[in-house]
């Protein structure tokens, strides 16, 4: 499992290099995707925590690269935070609330801050610079 979570984490970093944010964005989803399936299968929960490790870095280095191009922020960083949040959530329903802190802290880490609500969340680019 942390053999491909490192190939897809080379996918997003040429996605991220090459401005192709699909490339980016699904090597993301991918990762996630691995890393539930990991999670299901009951593999080993070292290998988990470093492919967590690395879909946060990810989200981190996404996060640097978007505000050093702020053109069009929020409908660039839509793919990415939609996902994430809907992770989160899954997080919360299953009562992992540190899983759902780390992307919370995450996201603020990228400039997004989370609101929870009753009818879900809402999210929003705290950089007003941006």
């Known amino acids: 499992m942390l053999s491909r979570a490192s190939d897809i984490e ?72 939609e996902p994430m949040l809907q992770l989160r959530a899954e997080f919360r329903k299953k009562q992992q609330w540190s899983d759902a802190d780390s992307i919370r802290k995450i996201l603020l880490q990228a400039n997004i801050r989370v609101e929870d609500a009753e009818d879900g969340f809402r999210w929003r680019i705290i950089d007003e610079n941006l």
């Open 10 to 81: 080379t996918s997003f970093r040429k996605g991220l290099a090459s401005q192709d944010q699909k490339i980016a964005t699904n090597a993301l989803l991918a990762l996630d995707n691995t890393i539930w399936k990991a999670q299901r299968d009951l593999e080993d929960a070292e290998s988990i925590s470093q492919a967590r490790e690395i879909l946060r870095e990810s989200i981190v280095l996404l996060g640097a690269e978007l505000g050093s191009s702020p053109h069009r922020l929020r409908e660039y960083l839509v793919p990415l935070v």
